[in-house]
């Protein structure tokens, strides 16, 4: 091998080294722990109902607003290579968080207001408003939430609908800590085990016979129709909203009898109105 050569390979061996470590370091630099957001949250969540439902206090909240910002600014300081660079847990995590961080944003923005849907109009929808960078990019939550979470093949998770907060009270609560790699399983179950407990937005009907459920299995039907696995992959797969609820049988009706017919599919399905109020302390 002539001198020429071996120059050549030395300098492009010591390129690749030189940029795995700045990658390595890069990674390594984002909190996975996301405590900073964990304190923001622990501060102004108020659970209500053994954590079925919470509620934000959007006026302290404001006065701490540094503290998300901060937070907000590392989240938008990641780059698209960082983030291929982490686990799938770490992903998602990162997604979820960076969704409810930056809707809380949104919030305190135009605080006070009755409802998110009061923000923006026709042809400024507040989920298509760009108004934070993720990725080098100009962001809006639509394209986290439907076309980076939801996106077919990327988590196949519909436990994410549990886990995203829209700042509305017919919403899945909004956690009083972050998401982690870590925990992300087992916080998934707590946010999907809470949400179908809370009767107020799904109920077995012994009168009609039918499961009186959230909007957000009308809205987001495919995504139980995907033969989901679970998040480990070793769950037996799910394929229809019936096979889901069948699972969480026991939360969602009182009696033995009830929670069998639903456990065996025969409960029909009715979805009721959603929420849209804010979901501020008043």
């Known amino acids: 091998m002539d001198i020429r050569m071996k120059s050549f390979l030395l300098f ?10 700045t990658m390595t ?32 206090n959007y006026v302290e909240l404001g006065k701490d607003r540094a503290a998300l910002k901060s937070y907000l600014e590392s989240v938008s300081k990641v780059t698209e290579a960082e983030f291929n660079g982490w686990t799938k847990p770490q992903r998602m995590a990162f997604l979820i968080n960076a969704y409810n961080g930056f809707t809380l944003e949104l919030i305190l923005q135009n605080y006070p207001v009755k409802s998110i849907k009061d923000i923006g109009g026709t042809f400024d929808n507040r989920w298509k408003r760009k108004f934070f960078k993720l990725f080098g990019q100009d962001f809006y939550l639509d394209k986290i939430e439907h076309e980076t979470l939801r996106k077919p093949g990327a988590f196949d998770e519909p436990r994410v609908h549990f886990a995203v907060n829209c700042a509305s009270i017919g919403c899945p609560a909004l956690r009083d800590e972050a998401f982690t790699a870590d925990k992300l399983d087992k916080q998934l179950e707590e946010q999907t085990t809470r949400f179908l407990s809370d009767r107020s937005r799904n109920r077995y009907d012994p009168k009609s016979g039918n499961l009186d459920v959230s909007m957000i299995f009308k809205w987001f ?26 699972r969480y049988a026991k939360l969602l009706a009182d009696t033995p009898a009830d929670q069998q017919k639903i456990a065996d599919g ?9 929420d849209w109020s804010i979901n501020a302390v008043k």
Do not use: C, N
């Not at 492009?12 to 795995?20: E, G, Y």
């Open 12 to 21: 492009f061996s010591t390129l690749f080294t030189t940029m795995m470590i």
């Open 25 to 56: 370091a890069s990674a390594q630099s984002f909190d996975q722990s996301h405590a900073a957001l964990s304190a923001v949250l622990k501060k102004h969540v108020v659970l209500v109902d053994g954590g079925k439902t919470s509620k934000v």
């Open 221 to 246: 039907k495919e995504d139980w129709e995907s033969s989901y696995k679970g998040f480990d992959g070793k769950t037996p797969p799910i394929k229809s909203r019936e096979d889901y609820f069948a």
């Open 266 to 274: 025969k409960a029909g399905i009715s979805f009721m109105d959603y």
